[in-house]
C-alpha cells in the first residue's frame, strides 16, 4: 500500500523559506510522476509543482519562479522549496503521484505570517 509522510512545515515570515519533504514507500518510486499539492483553509486543494521520472518539472503559475521540485530516487523521497514566501501560500501541502492515488499523507502545515 502506498504510503506518502511530508515533513518539513512551519512558520515563516513573508519573504522566507522552507524546504518540504515527502517520503515515499510503496510504490515503484523511480517510476513514478510526483507532484505537489495544497490545501488552504476553506478551499479546494490545489496543483502546486510536479517532476517526472526524468526530472522534468511542472508549476502552477502562483508558484513559478518561487519553488522548486525536485526528487531523489535512492531515498524515495521527493523535495519542495520554497522561496518568498507570502501569506497566500499557507497552507497543508501534501504530495501524491500523477494521477493522485487515493491514499494522502497527512500533509505538513505551512504558515506564512508576521
Known amino acids: 500500500q502506498v504510503q506518502f509522510v511530508e515533513s518539513g ?22 517510476l513514478s510522476t510526483m ?15 510536479g517532476i517526472t521520472l526524468v526530472g522534468r518539472t511542472k508549476y ?5 519562479g518561487r519553488f522548486t521540485i525536485s526528487r531523489d530516487n535512492t531515498k524515495k523521497t521527493v523535495y519542495l522549496q520554497m522561496n518568498s514566501l507570502n501569506p497566500e501560500d499557507t497552507a497543508v501541502y501534501y504530495c501524491n503521484t500523477a494521477p493522485p492515488d487515493s491514499t494522502w499523507g497527512q500533509g505538513t502545515q505551512v504558515t506564512v505570517s508576521s
Do not use: H, M, N, T
Open 35 to 49: 507532484d505537489w499539492y495544497r490545501q488552504a483553509p476553506g478551499k479546494q486543494r490545489e496543483y502546486v509543482a
Open 9 to 30: 512545515g512551519g512558520l515563516v515570515q513573508p519573504g522566507g523559506s522552507l524546504r518540504l519533504s515527502c517520503a515515499v514507500s510503496g510504490i515503484v518510486f523511480r
Open 60 to 64: 502552477a503559475a502562483s508558484v513559478e
